[in-house]
């Protein structure tokens, strides 16, 4: 009964291709992110969704276009990859948007680009 | 600018006690949390603070002060599978998390 799962979790791929991940949630929650976690660690959020709505949009190349058909589920497509793109990229979901309960975090896809 | 700032790296002994500071500036605060990371794995939570003071939850307290903009967890009674990475996130005026970089804490025996 995973609550927020990722898929794939490994994804090896070359320079220019389109890839994507998906995300599903079965916590009921309305909220989900997409996080960037590079080689430094450091967490870097990427989008965030609410009721389907897109509320936050980083400075994120237009490359990466996320999509959410429904509240479980936000998917992340990305065009032309390029090298820099490689890191592990976590998904995320809270009950809302506008209260203080903690994120949970899906497994990560990690992501190399050769 | 919203900053947080946290030790790269610590080392500590198996048994003993460790403390590991966040300092954050945010625009308007709701909470501070505390997530731990295995290496290859997803953050999971540890503990979240909106009030002044101590928390308790096991081993593991997280101490918030909102005047000096800092809190700090503490590990007690440290063990082997405590080794992991300690990330400080602070909840801004639009419930948005702001991530510090981690502190990767190693245990030695």
């Known amino acids: 009964d995973t609550a927020v799962s990722q898929t794939p979790k490994y994804l090896v791929t070359q320079m220019g291709n389109d890839k994507s991940i998906k995300c599903e949630q079965n916590?009921?929650?309305?909220?989900m992110y997409w996080y960037k976690q590079d080689s430094k660690k450091f967490l870097k959020i990427m989008f965030s969704y609410n009721n389907k709505e897109l509320i936050i949009n980083e400075t994120v190349p237009n490359r990466f276009s996320p999509k959410s058909p429904d509240t479980a589920h936000l998917n992340l497509h990305i065009n032309s990859l390029e090298l820099g793109d490689s890191a592990v990229y976590f998904c995320a979901s809270r009950q809302g948007a506008g209260d203080t309960d903690e994120q949970f975090f899906g497994p990560g896809t990690r992501l190399t680009v050769l | 600018g919203q900053n947080i700032d946290q030790p790269t790296e610590m080392t500590a002994t198996e048994g003993a006690i460790v403390q590991i500071n966040c300092t954050y500036q945010?625009?308007?605060?709701?909470?501070l949390f505390w997530y731990q990371q295995h290496a290859g794995e997803a953050p999971t939570f540890l503990s979240y603070n909106v009030l002044d003071g101590l928390e308790e939850k096991g081993r593991f307290s997280s101490f918030l002060s909102r005047s000096k903009g800092y809190s700090y967890l503490l590990l007690k009674e440290l063990q082997m599978k405590d080794s992991a990475s300690y990330l400080c996130?602070?909840?801004?005026?639009?419930?948005?998390?702001?991530w510090g970089a981690g502190t990767k804490l190693i245990i030695k025996p």
């Open positions: 916590l009921g929650h309305d909220t």
């Open positions: 996130a602070a909840m801004d005026s639009n419930y948005q998390l702001i």
């Open positions: 945010t625009s308007g605060f709701n909470g």
